[in-house]
C-alpha cells in the first residue's frame, strides 16, 4: 500500500469534520486541501486561526506517522504559528508539510498554508514526540 493510500485507510474523524482531503503523501511530503466553509471562519469571512492550525496539525502527525517505526505511535508536543495573510471563505488552502527533522524520539514539521492563488496564509513549525509501545 502507497503511502497516500495508508493515510486514506485511517480513521481520522477531526480530519473529516473539517474537511480535510489529503493529494499527495510521502515520506518526506505530505499535501492535503481544505474549503474554507463559514463554520470554520471567524469575523469577517475569513479562516479562523484555530482551524489553521488544525489543518497543520494533523498534516505534521500524518508525516510523523508515515515515517514512525512499527507499533509507535506520536503526540504533538509543540506548535508554532504565524499567520500571514488571510483565506477567506469559499476559498481552498493547501498545505504542504515537509520534515525539518526526523529522530527516533521527535521529529519537526513545517507546512506552508496557502491558497490557490499561491498567497501564503500561514507558516507552522510543530514537534512531535515518537511514543515507542
Known sequence: ?????????????FADHIGMTFVSA???KIVAEML???ELCTVPAVLHGGAIMAFAD????AGTVL???DGAGTTTIESKT???GAAPVGTVVTGECTPVH????TMVWQTRITTSAGKLVALVTQTQM???K
Open 1 to 13: 500500500m502507497d503511502d497516500l493510500a495508508r493515510l486514506k485507510a485511517l480513521t481520522l474523524p
Open 26 to 28: 510521502a515520506k518526506d
Open 36 to 38: 474554507v466553509r463559514p
Open 58 to 61: 494533523t498534516l505534521g502527525a
Open 67 to 69: 515515517n514512525l517505526p
Open 82 to 84: 504565524n499567520f500571514i
Open 102 to 105: 526526523r529522530g527516533r524520539r
Open 130 to 132: 515518537v511514543l515507542e
